[in-house]
């Protein structure tokens, strides 16, 4: 069964602290991985696709990266203002649309 | 560009009663899906559309109902509220898989409705 899992939950960090958030996939055939960032009562946020192992995407201080069974999403340097809940999702080939898997997200709070 | 507009923003309904969450797209994207988040829990897709005229139902259907009269439209329909249903509910839209590899999904702000 195709599955997504982020980990940690929830993640508390000082300012500056750098660190990862995981998120694992079984998935029959992966067409891509999503990254979003969701802000406290508002849509999930696009940030970053990526489509095959070993690629890697940036945006300020994150950085995603792929790999067959997981996909990090690095924080280098974080600010408060980098405080959300980010959402992992992925796509599998072999449906007849756009079928995305969402994780349960992981919760970033990040400390001045 | 708007992106995906949905409304209300809040709704209280009481149960048995009845109601329509809209949504709307102008990015003239084939699919359209809705989606409904309880705390702690990922998105859980409701409903989704590949085009005017098609639906189907995703993991959550029951309760629900959709409709997809055009390319930009899609709502969502609760007939006989019940507390389960309380929720935040999100409507979303990609492209079409095809020439252009990027399906990213775009979400609208969401519609927090409690049921009581």
């Known amino acids: 069964e195709d599955q997504v899992t982020q980990s940690p939950e929830a993640l508390r960090l000082q300012e500056g602290e750098s660190s990862s958030l995981n998120c694992s996939y079984t998935?029959?055939?992966?067409?891509?991985l999503f990254w979003y960032r969701q802000d406290p009562g508002k849509g999930p946020e696009f940030l970053f696709t990526l489509y095959s192992a070993g690629e890697e995407k940036e945006k300020e201080r994150l950085k995603a990266t792929l790999t067959k069974k997981e996909s990090f999403l690095h924080i280098t340097a974080p600010k408060p203002e980098d405080s959300a809940t980010y959402l992992c999702a992925v796509q599998a080939f072999g449906h007849n649309f756009n079928k995305f898997y969402f994780g349960s997200g992981t919760k970033l709070n990040v400390k001045p | 560009n708007a992106g995906v507009t949905q409304t209300p923003k809040f709704r209280i309904l009481k149960i048995g009663q009845s109601m329509t969450l809209q949504c709307t797209q102008d990015?003239?994207?084939?699919?359209m899906y809705w989606y409904r988040q309880d705390p702690g829990m990922g998105l859980k897709l409701i409903y989704y559309s590949v085009g005017a005229g098609i639906t189907d139902k995703g993991e959550v259907p029951n309760g629900y109902n959709v409709s997809r009269s055009t390319t930009e439209d899609f709502p969502l329909r609760l007939e006989l509220a019940a507390p389960s249903q309380t929720s935040v509910y999100f409507c979303?839209?990609?492209?079409?898989?095809?020439?252009?590899?990027?399906?990213?999904?775009?979400f609208g702000q969401g519609t927090r409705l409690t049921v009581v």
């Open positions: 998935v029959s055939g992966l067409r891509g």
């Open positions: 979303a839209s990609s492209p079409r898989r095809g020439a252009n590899p990027n399906t990213e999904a775009f």
């Open positions: 990015m003239n994207h084939n699919y």
